[in-house]
């Protein structure tokens, strides 16, 4: 079976889903980095005779995509001042913190300023350190880059990507009958 109106509403899908991640992501400013899950965020269509199929990328982000779309408790919300980072989030820190070599990579593909404490500097393995258990006792803040935009194109479009299928079923009814 030809599925083009199918393809062409699934690509419309998966082309605003992308756009309107990669805004959020541009505002919560997490497209600083050359490999970025900004950069890796993209979808693909395929088809074959029998269905067609939406799928999500997230590049080298695929182990941590979900982390930044849900957010992640902190292992001590209540030390800091403010309101407790993903509340409602299935991932919470509490034993392990995240891992530092990541952090460490994130600082020196950043580019910040000397760090400093009491006017002296202080090392990059000193300020991972310090990123490292803010984030754990912290948590990571919810962006719903992609959780958000799917839901809301999904409502959206489910009548045009029906319609399209009915097209297409309709063409091949058309063809088989002939």
Known sequence: MEFKNTIQAMQKLGGKVVKEGRGILKNRKATTSPNTLY?????????NKNSVTLEFEFGKADDYWQFLDEGVRGAK?????????????????????PPRGAID?????KPLKAARQNGKFISRKSLAFAIQK??????????????RPFTQQLKKQTDAIVEAFG????????????
């Open 39 to 47: 950069n890796d965020f993209d979808y693909l269509v395929t088809a």
């Open 134 to 147: 803010t984030v754990f006792e912290k948590g990571i803040k919810r962006t719903q880059f992609f959780s």
């Open 77 to 97: 919300p209540n030390k800091h001042k403010g309101r407790p980072r993903a509340k409602g989030s299935p991932f919470k820190f509490s034993t392990k913190m």
């Open 167 to 178: 097209e297409d079923l309709e063409k091949q009814l058309e063809t088989i009958i002939k």
């Open 105 to 109: 990579r994130w600082i020196v593909s």
